[in-house]
């Protein structure tokens, strides 16, 4: 079956408040996704619901098509791994990783191998992990889970650069190698954008755009060059860094062909728009139409 996500209708309500109101998506298997939002968007909520450890209130979330709540044969088949990993912290390293044997999938092999390579101290509980080894912890099962739609919800919370680096890289060769569906939810928004294909960004409980990466990256630009030439552009400027001479300021616009041409004959360079300025515009509450 295909592991695709589909959100109908969702509204989830923890007492009276709308964690998500009327949600709509539709993920197609297969793809890496990105879940990006503001804190206390929803979106650990909309994992848990895909992941049938909450049920909507209201509308229905499927995979494959099929229902996901009380669906076994489905959610053996998902893993969501959340921030700390709900491990109970009495038990070695070793007996998590063993007891992630429950689930049919899980490749004990692979996780070991990981374990090794990321310096699980396999014999430590996990109450003396520091929380960059309990994210590592974390990673690991969902990684070695071999699901057919894994869910990391900011796992990687905790870990240093050169060991979320490694992480990301282990998603993508794993991936590659077992193409599958893939959701990160995540505040480092710049970090993973090259490991993405779509982006989701949920907003006060309701999805505020979702789009392939290139179409958020061709909502804006960033342009640097001379000061004056770049200011003579005229151009709003979500974001703007001054080093000596030169400027380099971030759009949320498109830019027209006069505008390009402008900048070329002022020395003004154009790259893509960096997602986390462009994150950081559309999701400003001060925003009209947001
Ligand atoms: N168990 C709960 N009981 C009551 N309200 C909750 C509960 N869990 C979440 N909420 C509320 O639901 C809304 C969405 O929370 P959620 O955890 O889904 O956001 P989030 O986008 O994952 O946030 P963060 O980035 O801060 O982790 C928030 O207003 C939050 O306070």
New binding site residues.
Partial sequence: MSFAITLRSVTLK??A?D?LADVDLELEAGKIYGLL?R???????LLSLVAAFRRPTTGEVLIGGEPVWENAPVVSRVALIREGGDFDDTETVKAIIESGTIRPSFDADYAFKLAERFELPLKKRVSALSRGKRSVLAAVCGLAARAELTMFD?VHLGMDAPTRDAFYKELLAEYMERPHTIVLSTHLIDEVANYLEEVVI?DRGRILRHADIEAFQGMGATLTGPADAVDALGLAALAEQRLGGTKSITVAEPLDAATRERAAAGGVEIGPVGLQDLFIHLTDPNRNGA
């Fill in positions: 923890y007492g408040e964690a939002g804190n206390g968007a929803g979106k650990t909520s900011e949920v």
